[in-house]
């Protein structure tokens, strides 16, 4: 039961052949059986979930389905830890306005997923709680941040899920977990009640098994609110709408900037017939230019961990989680921000601090902004000739768990292809696109599809197109992780 899809879930919900609570027990005992190898659940309240399932209204859009939340989205009375010993203990006050949508829609919110501390990373292993198995392969990395709520739905341990996308964190990890991940418009859905990295660039998103789960999520969490200023009061179009209809007309884009020396040959090769098959489905390829393209990942570095470095500030002992026994107040600030952040949240506090700071703020904030803008005006340009852009999500599949720890350069560049989308505002969405051999391991390789401002709904028929013409969504880790 656990591999159906969000759709064929629904159907047999309303059918009345399962039951939310039956549902509910299938999937926690999935999860027992599973999760031990793979670590992409920090915590799971089955009593919570199972009240809401034997009262759940299977009538509503979203009535009795499960949804996976990354642990850095607050949930009435669970915790919520962001993966970081700082939040260790916090429990949630308050619904994240997503949250209280998917109540609404009628679905259930069960089981917190693991990440990089405060989101900040591409593969889960800046966990305070121990890293997450790539369900495809356990030596190698899901991805991140949002590397636990990928693996789940990859491993049926979720039938969708919520993960937040700041610089690439949903797509990546749907990359390299081999499932759908939508990146919304900055200000389509609210971010009330995500904890904040960077706040200009935070999205929260779907991972899905199909582009029509991920629309039926999206349906249910899109939407101004007046509890975020920055959430837009663009009309929310169903994203399902245009599902099924032709690619004739459709102009795709192929950034020159993206097609590099330096990609990994299978997912060069896998993205080009990709772009093939779309040419197959009627669809015009045109190539198109994003010339400032090799200034995102340093544009984002200093942008990202400016804001990150105001709201991490509110960490200090005295309201949330941790606090270190002193009874001197700054050094109780100081040694609680001491024990309770990892290495790659200090870095980047201290790297957001320095480019802030007076006689730098010029030279690097300032400057950073402006380089924004052109990035922006790249996708502006480009949007004018096609409907969406079409390049590979990660440069590579999953890379061994360790590879990278110790080279921060190196992860940042994880999020080349997906950083200039968060930095533009516009929307992506990464679906699977085939296969790279690692000796003799199957690796997922993810397509990612970039769309014009609050185009989800053309986005998702072009990724749909696709998607329902192939078989690699079809595909699961095989051997399936062995239950315990
Ligand atoms: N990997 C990027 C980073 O470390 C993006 C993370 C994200 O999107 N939250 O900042």
């Known amino acids: 039961m656990t591999s159906l899809t969000v759709a064929e879930l629904q159907q047999k919900l309303r059918a009345r052949e399962v039951s939310p609570v039956e549902v509910l027990d299938a999937l926690d005992a999935r999860i027992s059986a599973v999760d031990p190898q793979i670590h992409g659940y920090l915590s799971r309240d089955v009593a919570i979930a199972r009240s809401l399932a034997e009262k759940a209204d299977v009538s509503l859009p979203l009535g009795g389905v499960p949804i996976a939340i990354k642990d850095v989205i607050n949930v009435t009375g669970e915790p919520c830890t962001a993966a970081s010993k700082i939040l260790r203990g916090y429990t949630s006050t308050y619904d994240?306005?997503?949250?209280?949508?998917?109540?609404?829609?009628?679905?259930?919110?069960?089981?917190?997923?693991?990440?990089?501390?405060?989101?900040?990373?591409?593969?889960t292993e800046n966990s305070a709680f121990g890293r997450t198995m790539n369900p495809w392969d356990l030596s190698r990395v899901p991805g991140g941040s949002s590397g636990g709520s990928a693996a789940v739905v990859a491993a049926d341990e979720a039938f969708a899920a919520l993960g937040s996308d700041t610089g690439g964190s949903i797509r990546q990890p749907a990359a390299l977990c081999g499932c759908v991940g939508l990146k919304p418009t900055y200000g389509r859905v609210s971010r009330f009640g995500l904890i904040a990295f960077a706040s200009s660039l935070d999205q929260i998103g779907p991972f899905a098994k199909?582009?029509?789960?991920?629309?039926?999520?999206?349906?249910?969490?899109?939407?101004?609110?007046?509890?975020?200023?920055?959430?837009?009061?663009?009309?929310?179009?169903?994203?399902?709408?245009?599902?099924?209809?032709d690619l004739k007309g459709v102009k795709l884009g192929m950034p020159r900037e993206y097609f590099i020396a330096g990609i990994d040959p299978q997912v060069d090769a896998a993205v080009r017939s990709a772009i093939r098959h779309y040419e197959g489905l009627g669809a015009e390829i045109v190539e198109v230019s994003l010339p400032h393209t090799g200034h995102a990942v340093s544009v984002y570095y200093v942008i990202a961990t400016a804001e990150a470095s105001a709201n991490l500030a509110r960490f200090d002992g005295v309201r949330y989680g941790h606090r270190a026994q002193t009874d001197n107040l700054l050094e109780m600030y100081g040694r609680t921000r001491a024990e309770g952040f990892g290495p790659e949240v200090k870095r980047r506090i201290i790297l957001g601090t320095y480019v802030l700071s007076s006689g730098y703020y010029d030279a690097y904030y300032l400057r950073a902004q402006k380089v924004r803008t052109l990035i922006r005006g790249d996708f502006t340009r480009a949007f004018e000739k096609v409907d969406a852009i079409i390049c590979p999500t990660s440069p590579e599949p999953a890379f061994k768990a360790g590879d990278r720890s110790d080279d921060p350069m190196k992860m940042y560049l994880a999020d080349i292809f997906t950083i200039a989308c968060n930095l533009a505002g516009t929307c992506g969405i990464s679906i699977p696109c085939g296969f790279a051999d690692a000796e003799g391991t199957k690796l997922p390789i993810g397509l990612q599809l970039i769309g014009q401002p609050f185009q989800e709904a053309r986005l998702l028929q072009i990724a749909d197109a696709y998607e329902q013409s192939t078989d690699w969504h079809k595909a699961r880790p095989v051997p399936a992780p062995t239950p315990k």
Not at 113 to 121: I, Q
Not at 211 to 226: E, M, S, T, W, Y
């Open 96 to 123: 994240a306005t997503v949250i209280a949508r998917l109540r609404a829609a009628g679905a259930i919110p069960f089981g917190r997923c693991n990440l990089d501390e405060f989101a900040m990373g591409s593969s």
């Open 210 to 245: 199909t582009v029509r789960d991920a629309g039926l999520l999206l349906n249910a969490i899109a939407g101004k609110d007046p509890l975020d200023s920055t959430s837009l009061d663009v009309p929310v179009e169903d994203a399902t709408a245009l599902l099924g209809r």
